[in-house]
């Protein structure tokens, strides 16, 4: 796949080696042009339009199926580079948005603010049929986020999510010299001609005082949690006017600098600053760890020499320009979420497992309350009140995206306060990359889905992107990687985002709104007690009558044995073996195998009960196998059909396991040779089964005529 040779962008960004290593000491080089997953002769070439042009108006809108919030954003155009339009304005349809207190959130995806200026890399687009922007044109960004590159008016600077141009004019010059013309002017941009000319003004000016930061507190903090930061120094002015206070951007790994909501200060005097350390920011990105800036009302800046230290985030929602800690509830009436399969993601048993691994790692934590809840024939993220994860075009997805997660909320306000809590969660995975699902370790050109699942799983959990590269919500991923388990401090995360829904969950009868969802409660239901010690653990049948067990250790201290343990569903375990323990290892890895020479038919699980010196004891994560023998053969009960009146009914149970998903054709003959009835039999990895209803049939015997890929077979039914 032509994909994985560059890196993907993501929520889960795909990132280098060396951006790790870089931005591990908060520096940011401004020449990393061969880090850039989409290259501005990418995004040159691939859009239809490139303009120059600002957000002037705003509305967000339902699609027609009620699904998914968009956004119209009107776009006022100034300078055309390529491409050709016919008005002044254009329009841009961006996803998630807010109507009324329902909100949509995209872990990754371009989001527009109302006098927004830059660059736009333009599609036409065809998500949405009827978009209220009444615009002759109406497009999306190319790569999303990547699709715009942003200016700072002010300061005639500009910044795409990989790219920092010191000033406008040589953004200019660099996309002239990939378009190979010059851009023609649609309308004089104002704004951008006065700026220049009060820059020129001011360069005959004496410089202002520049402010300078002499301390701030706390160096280590959270995102979005509520923390006040204290800035001290001089100079800042007696007023914030334009004023403002920057972090570094953790959606980009600190490249770029992002600025609060005007409501996250407290106060702002010459010489000390109070705000709210935020998660959600003004433009895009999430508030991260390095220097904090103050520019003043002036524009003369000053960043900190020592960073500040955000070690989680608390994914804020803003609404109103103001931001708001949304709560977990329960929605399921089980006490908090159920996730469904999508057909695409039922298909891929190894992608199950991952996944299931990455979920129970979550809970074990937090004991956030996530079910999986089986199959579903739900094919699309939609706000339907069905948790879905399913795998998806890169189209849909976005260009270099690994996988996104779509939080829903919704909200209440009291005359006080307003609630917001997470109704739902969708998550959509790009199907164009080159998966290793586990439990073996990626190659050097694949990515590790339990790792980016973690990470995924991580939004729905309401974390945002962190700037410390050991973290799991960390922006970026490079091939290869493997994080399946948590930091500590994605942990503290997940701790404080379940205590406050807890918290906040005593007061939700205080709401006066219909519909009010229960609080979340704690799941107890979950693997924890895993071993540390065991790295990796694979089953295979070798013959057709042998299961080898195989499994790695590291830093074995004190393990007496491991008991292999086998279960047909999963829940019920019996012994199979014991195998005593080579350890201690000194830091080293160990093998070791084992033959299970009486394996269960169809599907069967496998796992670890690993037994310590001291009598206590702990378990690896299961692995799942099928037997090669049951694979696509077709097993039916019972034989004959019972009657009418019978107690279960005239019906057919058929049981075929595949280890990928198939669809089967079949027919039902009668005795003289004619079609009675007529299948399209869907069925799932593993164990699955279909139930045909026979009551409308008359006795008799009949044939059961099936066709799925190169199997075939005719079955003699009788109906009695
Ligand atoms: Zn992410």
Redesign the pocket.
């Known amino acids: 796949m032509a994909k994985t040779n560059t890196p993907a962008l993501?929520?889960?960004?795909a990132a280098l080696t060396l951006l790790l290593t870089l931005f591990a000491s908060y520096t940011f080089a401004s020449d990393n042009q061969h880090m850039v997953p989409l290259t501005l002769e990418e995004r040159v070439q691939q859009a239809e339009m490139v303009i120059e042009g600002e957000v002037v108006r705003q509305e967000s809108f339902w699609d027609a199926r009620q699904e998914n919030i968009y956004t119209s954003n009107i776009i006022k155009v100034y300078k055309l580079f390529k491409g050709e339009v016919q008005t002044e304005l254009v329009e841009i349809v961006t996803e998630g948005g807010a109507i009324g207190l329902k909100k949509h959130v995209f872990?990754?995806a371009l989001k527009l603010r109302q006098g927004q200026q830059g660059i736009f890399f333009l599609k036409r687009q065809q998500l949405v049929q009827r978009t209220p922007g009444k615009t002759a044109l109406s497009t999306r960004a190319y790569g999303s986020q990547q699709g715009f590159v942003q200016y700072d008016v002010k300061n005639r600077t500009a910044r795409g999510v990989f790219e920092n141009y010191a000033n406008v004019q040589e953004l200019y010059d660099a996309v002239t010299k990939k378009t190979g013309k010059k851009f023609r002017t649609v309308t004089e941009n104002q704004k951008l001609k006065v700026s220049a000319v009060q820059e020129s003004q001011k360069q005959n000016q004496s410089a202002p005082l520049a402010p300078v930061i002499t301390s701030f507190s706390p160096a280590v903090a959270s995102a979005g949690t509520g923390r006040i930061l204290t800035i001290n120094g001089t100079g800042f002015g007696n007023t914030r006017g334009e004023g403002h206070v920057e972090f570094r951007n953790a959606?980009d790994g600190g490249q770029t600098w992002v600025r609060p909501l005007p409501t996250e200060y407290i106060s702002w005097t010459n010489t000390r600053i109070t705000m709210y350390i935020p998660s959600v920011m003004q433009d895009e990105g999430t508030a991260g760890s390095g220097p904090i800036r103050v520019t003043t009302n002036d524009g003369s800046s000053f960043a900190s020499v020592t960073p500040i230290t955000l070690q989680f985030a608390y994914s804020n929602v803003e609404f109103d320009d103001k931001s708001f800690k949304p709560i977990l509830t329960e929605q399921d009436n089980a006490g908090g979420y159920t996730i469904l399969f999508a057909q695409s993601m039922d298909n891929r048993l190894p992608a199950k497992e991952g996944f299931r691994r990455a979920v129970n790692t979550w809970v074990c934590v937090s004991e956030i309350n996530w079910k999986l809840g089986g199959s579903t024939t739900i094919n699309a993220a939609a706000d339907d009140g069905s948790s879905v994860i399913r795998f998806a075009s890169q189209s849909t997805v976005g260009e270099s995206v690994l996988?996104?997660?779509i939080s829903r909320y919704e909200g209440c306000a009291s005359s006080s306060d307003t609630l917001f809590w997470v109704t739902e969660f969708d998550m959509e995975i790009n199907e164009q990359i080159d998966w290793q699902y586990g439990p073996g370790g990626p190659s050097s050109q694949q990515f590790d889905f339990e790792t980016v699942m973690l990470?995924?799983l991580?939004?729905a959990h309401q974390l945002?992107?962190v700037n410390l590269p050991r973290a799991v919500?960390y922006?970026a991923i490079e091939y290869a990687r493997l994080e399946r388990d948590l930091s500590s401090l994605d942990i503290e995360g997940a701790e404080l985002v379940m205590a406050h829904s807890l918290e906040q969950g005593e007061t939700l009868d205080e709401f006066l709104c219909r519909d009010m969802p229960g609080p979340i409660e704690p799941s107890q239901s979950s693997e924890c007690n895993l071993a540390p010690e065991v790295l990796t653990l694979e089953a295979e049948f070798t013959t057709s009558n042998a299961v080898l067990v195989s499994w790695t250790t590291r830093n074995e201290q004190d393990i007496d044995n491991f008991i292999v343990q086998r279960s047909s569903d999963g829940v019920n375990w019996s012994d199979v073996g014991t195998v005593e323990s080579e350890g201690p290892s000194n830091g080293g890895e160990l093998q070791y195998t084992f033959t299970d020479l009486d394996p269960l038919r169809n599907q069967s699980y496998y796992r670890l009960e690993v037994v310590y010196q001291n009598g206590e004891s702990s378990f690896s994560p299961r692995v799942v196998v099928l037997n090669p023998a049951d694979i696509r053969v077709l097993r039916y009960f019972p034989n004959p059909v019972s009657g009418q009146g019978s107690q279960n009914g005239s019906q057919l149970t058929l049981y075929y396991l595949v280890n990928r998903g198939a669809t089967m054709q079949a027919q039902l003959y009668n005795a003289k040779g004619q079609i009675v009835k007529e299948y399209e039999l869907n069925f799932s990895t593993g164990v699955s089964s279909y139930t045909l209803d026979l009551s409308s049939l008359a006795a008799g015997i009949y044939f059961l005529k099936w066709q799925e890929s190169n199997q075939s077979g005719t079955e003699k039914i009788l109906k009695l």
């Open positions: 993501a929520c889960l960004r872990s990754t959606d996988a996104r997660t990470h995924e991580g939004h945002g992107h919500m922006y």
